[in-house]
């Protein structure tokens, strides 16, 4: 039967988030199954590394949100799913979605989404757009915050015993993600690169700047534990490109001079090797101030061996195991924050390792990419039987 199962995946951009990996990886795993994979999306960094001997990309603009270009977008992936056949198309926005619906509808498809965020419905309309991500036969919730989300705001969309809701955790890649693959040399050469001093207890707070991720939080308990623990061999990288957020880039620019943290916090854009950066770090940040659907950070963090300090928010709750694998601490609470950094640096190293030990067995247990591929591809057997 799988032989004769084929895939199409829609995504606006093919990135380095969560989403955009899920996608990659599950992409690549479908054709290992001996089925016929495709993927639609209008671009991103991570396109180039698409295996295109193993999935059949197809290039449109369904990262817009423009209503013609969405009917341009329907009309097309009509005929894609015409001729080639396709089975069934697994949605993971909702401006394509709405525009695979349709073709879904039209064709007799089968059709499945991802909700991979708790958008914002603060009006009817909103609501209605939002609810196409609910309108498939099958929805999966990327953890039980999303999936309760899903069940308290859209439940009059679920009332019907033909959608399936069900979590599906996030998965990520366990040999890329894996301190042992990655050598001193880059971790050195990475070192070099940002002037970073190893002998300093290093923080890493990955995630592009935006003010919900709490940057913001984050200097400002930089700045408690300087002043009032009287740490100061500490080094902090926020790691993350502003996308265009030159106005907030500024304003943390100018807190960082304000605390006198200059020669303290590193800002840097991107990084293509995020394991060498997590190497590279004594302990990793998620500070959210808004609830993280799933939290990628917290499951990179532990899948390499790092404690993981963490907003007791959404997805957060469910990946980091509090006081074993890493510490959640109250959002927006920089006094909190600080206080478990500064604990951090006065445990001794064996500590922290064991702390990461049991990070490493957590993520191996329940969010590894393979048993998210392997869920996902049963029930799509499920579906289609």
Known sequence: MSSKIKVLQVIPKLGFGGAETGCYD???FLAEQECK???????????????????????????????????FNFIIIFFIILFYNIDIVHARSRAPAWSCLWAC??????????FHGTYNFSSKLKLIYNSVMVRSELIIAGSNFIFNHISENYNKYLNTSKKKLMVIFRGINLEYFNSENIS???????????????NNFIVLLPGRLTKWKGQEMFIEALSLLSEKYNKK???????GSDQGRSVYFKKLLLLVERYRLGKRITFIKNCKEMPVAYKLADVAVSSSIEPEAFGRIAIEAQAMNKPILASNLGGSKETVLNGKSGLLFKSEDAEGLARIINKLMDMNKESLRLMGEQGRKNIEKKFNVDQMCQTTFTEYKKLLK
Not at 44 to 66: F, W
Not at 184 to 198: A, D, F, P
Not at 233 to 239: D, E, K, P, Q, T
């Open 26 to 28: 599950l992409a690549h």
């Open 37 to 71: 994979s495709f993927l639609i999306t209008s671009g991103g960094e991570l396109l180039k590394y698409v295996r295109r001997d193993k999935v059949k990309v197809i290039r449109l603009p369904v990262q817009s949100k423009n209503p013609i270009i969405m009917v």
């Open 105 to 114: 509808f039209l064709s007799r498809k089968k059709f499945v989404t991802t």
């Open 184 to 198: 001193e040399t880059k971790v050195n050469t990475l070192v070099q690169r940002w002037n970073i001093n190893k």
């Open 233 to 239: 061999n500490f080094h902090a990288i926020i790691l």
